[in-house]
């Protein structure tokens, strides 16, 4: 495990998915019945943007740094969310986001296999019964902890290192298995956008596993051509939630200008209802 979220935290690609992610649970909240949140590859939890590793790529200056005096009414969820955390002091990445969006009804599974990042989890929520630190196998949790034992609700966030070349097909594969046991679940899926032909390759293997309603919200920053950057990324979304469509289109059109001449953002609907 080489992956080190630190060096990444509040670039463009964790506002991407986190402004999406607040909307997702925001969503979620519209309706009183508690929900429960399985986040299979939850990092760190919160983020030190003057750290040393924030600071060697300084990847959240042309990130979260582009976003913070912006006022579209978009981004207020997420942006007033970041400040509250501290930002541009601290970043929160995804198990912090949901932890402050919980209501006392509802309930977030973290899961971190690396050693040293699971303990700064147990830390950041030893004070949240509910909130459930696991240092485990995130895929190996869909099947031991779904479905949740309290709640009918959910949203299951896949947002693995994609640092082995099977990463896609296990993400397709956990999907599935998450919505047989899970089937009421939304699923999120992040991947990254290097080149185009992997992520046909993931779209085409999402249309023929049996999923059902499934979009992507894509956001590039330049056309995906050179195989070794990350050239933009998408959220994969399995059942999203009413009017989440409309939602996502806009927030990613008011974030998109803010990265850059090149940026374009794109919703695309991989398997009908
Ligand atoms: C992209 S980061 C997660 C970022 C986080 N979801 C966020 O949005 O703030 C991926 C994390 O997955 C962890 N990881 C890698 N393989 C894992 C596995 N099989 N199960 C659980 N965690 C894993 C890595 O240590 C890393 O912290």
């Not at 989890?121 to 902890?145: K, S």
């Amino acid at each position: 495990m080489n992956y080190r979220h630190a060096y990444h935290a509040g670039n463009f690609a964790d506002a991407m998915k986190h402004a999406l992610l607040v909307a997702l649970l925001n969503t979620l909240k519209r309706k009183p019945a508690g929900f429960c949140v399985l986040d299979t590859h939850a990092g760190l939890g919160t983020y030190d943007l003057s750290s040393e590793e924030a600071q060697r790529t300084g990847e959240w200056q042309t990130g979260i740094g582009q976003l913070l005096t912006t006022t579209a009414p978009a981004l207020t969820p997420y942006l007033a969310l970041m400040r509250d955390h501290g930002a541009p002091a601290h970043y929160p990445g995804s198990p912090a986001i949901t932890a402050a969006l919980l209501r006392p009804q509802d309930r977030l599974i973290a899961c971190e296999l690396h050693p040293e990042d699971v303990q700064s989890l147990r830390r950041l929520f030893r004070n949240r019964a509910e909130v459930a630190v696991h240092h485990r196998d995130g895929y190996e949790a869909i099947r031991a902890l779904l479905p949740p034992r309290d709640h009918k609700r959910g949203l299951i966030l896949i947002d693995p290192p994609f640092e082995q070349p099977d990463e896609f097909a296990r993400t397709i594969q956990a999907a599935t298995l998450a919505k047989s046991r899970f089937p009421t679940a939304i699923i999120a899926i992040w991947y990254p956008i290097k080149h185009r032909t992997p992520v046909r390759a993931f779209h085409d293997g999402i249309a023929t596993s049996g999923l059902r309603n499934v979009i992507a919200a894509e956001l590039t920053l330049r056309p995906p051509l050179d195989p070794t950057r990350l050239n933009g990324c998408g959220l994969l979304i399995v059942s999203p939630p009413y009017g989440f469509e409309q939602d996502a289109t806009t927030i990613l059109a008011a974030m998109s200008p803010h990265f850059g001449p090149d940026a374009e953002a794109t919703l695309i609907r991989i398997v009908e209802e």
